[in-house]
């Protein structure tokens, strides 16, 4: 069982930056690929960057790509997501989601826990 706890996320003007955390429970952190989903109001919830279980490799939806970069500190049993250039577009609330699968994915049907999301909200 892992728990997930996101945060960092607030108001903030279009070309600003945010950094989110999410930390999780339990001691088999490194085991799981993590990612990153955001979810705006009437929207589907979409990916946004996934990262693997030892932090070598990573992937992005090609509307971050460049502005955001996805991290772990296995040691701190935490995620980070470094969003840089924010847009507007960029409004959403942010979920961070550990998936057995130790390159994590695409789909968010391939994750198994889910934290409670934190607002990012970016002001044009």
């Known amino acids: 069982q892992v728990q997930l706890a996101e945060s960092g996320g607030g108001l903030v003007q279009a070309g600003g930056s945010l950094r989110l955390s999410c930390a999780a429970s339990?001691?088999?952190?490194?085991?799981?690929?993590m990612g990153w989903f955001r979810q705006a109001p009437g929207k589907e919830r979409e990916f946004v960057a996934a990262?693997?279980?030892?932090?070598?490799?990573?992937y992005y939806a090609d509307s971050v790509k460049g502005r955001f970069t996805i991290s772990r500190d296995n040691a701190k049993n935490t995620v980070y997501l470094q969003m840089n250039s924010l847009k507007p577009e960029d409004t959403a609330v942010y979920y961070c989601a550990a998936s057995k699968l130790y390159s994590g994915s695409y789909y968010g049907d391939s994750y198994d826990y889910w934290g409670q999301g934190t607002q990012v909200t970016v002001s044009s």
């Open positions: 990262i693997i279980w030892s932090g070598d490799n990573s």
């Open positions: 339990g001691r088999t952190f490194s085991r799981y690929g």
